[in-house]
């Protein structure tokens, strides 16, 4: 049964929210309009005055992804915190996000593969979350490491915590997220100590 609707949110973020759950539960190929309209409790025709077509739908739930991510990296705070504490906001992030990765894996990594063998320009755009976090990660390490180190290190804490995000769901043991993060931290502590 689809919980009562959020009196608060415009239809639009309903909408959103109701997608961002059922792609990260049944993925985009499996989720049709109409089954987000019913989940966000409204019916199809009136989703469409919001969103014409299923990938302007996925193009607003990028959207709110890439600002529920730039919220949590303090987007727009004073950079002149040490890349370490930078990087931090992450960790903290991906640590709290450790029930719903077990859950439903990374919604952004899982929308990034299954475009990518559904539709080049859909994969493109969902992959552009994730390059967008290796160049943001890239700029915090290149602010106290070569340039090569920087893209190195960037490249290994992505990795290590997109792999983390899919054991965890394979195991559904939100544990695996928490003992990453500690790594990762001990991992930061040594690079940029």
């Known amino acids: 049964m689809t919980p009562p609707p959020d009196t608060a949110q415009t239809g639009s973020d309903r909408i959103v929210a109701a997608a961002l759950r059922l792609f990260e539960e049944r993925g985009y190929a499996s989720t049709s309009l109409a089954d987000v309209a019913a989940e ?5 025709g009136n989703l469409a005055y919001y969103f014409a077509t299923k ?4 193009d607003a739930v990028l959207r709110s ?3 529920e991510l730039e919220a949590a990296l303090g987007a727009g705070q004073p950079h002149d915190a ?6 931090e906001r992450l960790l903290a992030y991906v640590d709290a996000q450790a029930p719903v990765l077990a859950a439903s894996g990374c919604p952004v990594g899982s929308l990034s593969t299954e475009l990518g063998k559904l539709d080049a320009q ?6 552009g979350l994730l ?3 290796l160049g943001w990660l890239q700029l915090q390490f290149a602010r106290a490491l070569p ?3 920087a893209r190195e290190c960037a490249e290994h804490l992505l990795a290590v915590l997109q792999g ?3 054991l965890a769901q394979a195991s559904r043991d939100p544990a695996v997220i928490r003992r990453q993060v500690s790594a990762s931290r001990a991992w930061l502590a040594v690079v940029l100590g």
Do not use: E
């Open 122 to 127: 859909l994969h493109q755009h969902a992959a």
């Open 164 to 166: 983390a995000a899919v």
């Open 55 to 58: 990938p302007a739908l996925l």
């Open 131 to 133: 390059l967008g976090l």
């Open 40 to 44: 966000a409790g409204m019916l199809k």
């Open 65 to 67: 992804r890439q600002a």
């Open 82 to 87: 040490a890349p370490a504490a930078t990087i």
């Open 147 to 149: 340039a090569p180190a």
